[in-house]
DNA sequence: ATTCAACCGTACCGTACGTTACGGTTCGGC
DNA sequence: GCCGAACCGTAACGTACGGTACGGTTGAAT
C-alpha cells in the first residue's frame, strides 16, 4: 500500500485486527499474532505495509478515517447554536481520546516517538490534534465574524478550548489510570468546559458565572 | 533498593546514566547500555534493581526527587503574591513537563502502561500530577479563605488550572513535536493561564480582560 | 597478612521477535 | 482444463536482549 491508497476490504479487516491486538497487547504486539488473527500469512503482510512501522502507520490513519465526527455548519449562527456546536465538538473529542483504541494508538504513538524516525508519532498529531483544530477554527471564526466570540489568535484560542476540555484526563488515561467516563459526565464536562470558554472569550453582555 | 529506601550516591550515578540513556535512546534502553554507562557490572543492577521495571521505577522516584520546586507560604497573601505563586507554579510545571528527562519517563511509563501491572505509569501520576496537586491545592483554598478565589470543588478548580496551563504541550511533546520553550515564552505562558484562571475563579470586583 | 564482602567485566543461556523463504492452495482469465 | 498471480501456513534465520554465572579485583575490617 502507498501511502494515500484506500485499503482494501480484506486489508481493512487486517487493520481491525491490529487495533484489537493492540487494546489487548498494548505496545507487544507481534507481526505473528496479526497474521494468525487476521489470518492471512506474514509474507502478505510484509507485501501489503512494508514492515512493522509501515503496518502501524496505516493502521493509525485507518482507525482516524473512522472517527471524523459530523461537521459543524455555520448557518443560523446565534448563541446557543454556537454553543451547541461547541458543546458536541468537545463531547466527540473526549469520548475519542478515552477510547481504548485511541490510546493503544497513543500509547505506541508516544513510546516510539524517542528516537527518530518518529513517523508514528507526526501521523497521530495530525490526524488527531491538528485535524481537529483545523475542524473547528471556522467555527469559532464564525462565531466572532457574527460578534459572538471576541479574540484575536484563533489558534491561541483553539488551545485554550483545547486544555478546557481536555485537562488533565488524557495524560491520565496514557498513563493507565482506570478512568470510565460514562456518556452523561462526558456530556457534562463538555459542558462545563463550554461554559468555561464562553466565560472567557463570550461576548461581554450576560457575564457567565463559572465555578461550579 | 526497597522501594522506600535512599539510593546511596554510587546509586545515584546509575540512576543519572539511566536518565541520560533514556533521553539518548528512548524506550530502547537496555541494561547492558545502562551497566557500560554507569561502569558498574549487569550483576550489581540486578542486586540492587531487582530487575529492568525496579530500575525504571527507581530512576522515576530519582528524577522527582530533583524537581520538587519551592514551597509556596500562605502569610500575607494578597491578590498579586497569590498571582505570583500561582504564576511560579505554572512556570514551573510548564518547564518540568517540557524537560528532556521528563518526556522520557513519561514515554516509557506510557508505553509500558497498554498492559498490567503498570507500574510505571502509576508512579509517574504519583509523583507528577498527583504530587503538585497536593502541593497547589492548600494555595488555592488559601486563596479562598481570604476571598481572592470563588469555587467550591478543589480538585475541580486545580483540573481546571492544569488544564489551562498544559493545553496541548504536553500531548505534542509527548508525540514528538519539537517545540522549543524558551523561559520568557514559559513565563508568558504561565501568566496568560493565571490570568484566565482569575477570570473564571477571581473574586468579581475587578473583570479580568482575556483573549491575548 | 588474611579474610570476606562487594563489585567489575565478560561470557553465556534461553527466548522472543522481525524478517525471509518456501511449498501448497485458491481463484479468476483464457 | 490450464496458467499465473495472489495468498495461506509454517518453518527457518539472524539478531538482540533480559537475566545468570563466574573468575578476577578492590578495599576495608580484623
Known amino acids: 500500500m502507498s501511502a494515500e491508497a484506500i485499503p482494501s476490504e480484506r486489508q481493512q479487516a487486517v487493520l481491525d485486527a491490529v487495533l484489537e491486538l493492540l487494546v489487548e497487547k498494548g505496545d507487544a504486539l507481534t507481526m505473528t499474532a496479526v497474521a494468525r488473527r487476521a489470518s492471512c500469512s506474514k ?11 509501515g503496518l502501524l502507520s496505516e493502521t493509525v490513519r485507518w482507525q482516524a478515517s473512522q472517527v471524523r465526527a459530523g461537521n459543524f455548519d455555520a448557518q443560523h449562527l446565534d448563541s446557543s447554536a454556537l454553543r451547541d456546536s461547541l458543546r458536541d465538538f468537545a463531547a466527540n473529542w473526549l469520548s475519542v481520546i478515552s477510547s481504548r483504541t485511541s490510546l493503544a494508538l497513543n500509547r505506541v504513538a508516544i513510546g516510539g516517538a524517542g528516537s527518530p524516525p518518529n513517523t508514528l508519532g507526526a501521523i497521530v498529531l495530525a490526524n488527531g490534534r491538528f485535524a481537529i483544530g483545523e475542524r473547528l477554527k471556522p467555527v469559532l471564526e464564525a462565531g466572532r465574524a457574527v460578534g459572538l466570540l471576541h479574540f484575536d489568535d484563533t489558534e491561541e484560542t483553539f488551545r485554550t478550548l483545547f486544555g478546557l476540555v481536555a485537562r488533565d484526563v488524557q495524560v491520565r488515561l496514557l498513563l493507565g489510570e482506570a478512568i470510565e467516563l460514562k456518556p452523561d459526565e462526558i456530556l457534562a464536562d463538555a459542558q462545563r468546559a463550554v461554559t468555561q470558554f464562553f466565560a472567557l472569550y463570550g461576548a461581554r453582555e450576560n457575564p457567565a458565572k463559572p465555578g461550579h
Chains 1, 2 share one sequence.
Open 43 to 53: 509474507e502478505t503482510l510484509y507485501k501489503w505495509f512494508g514492515d512493522r512501522d
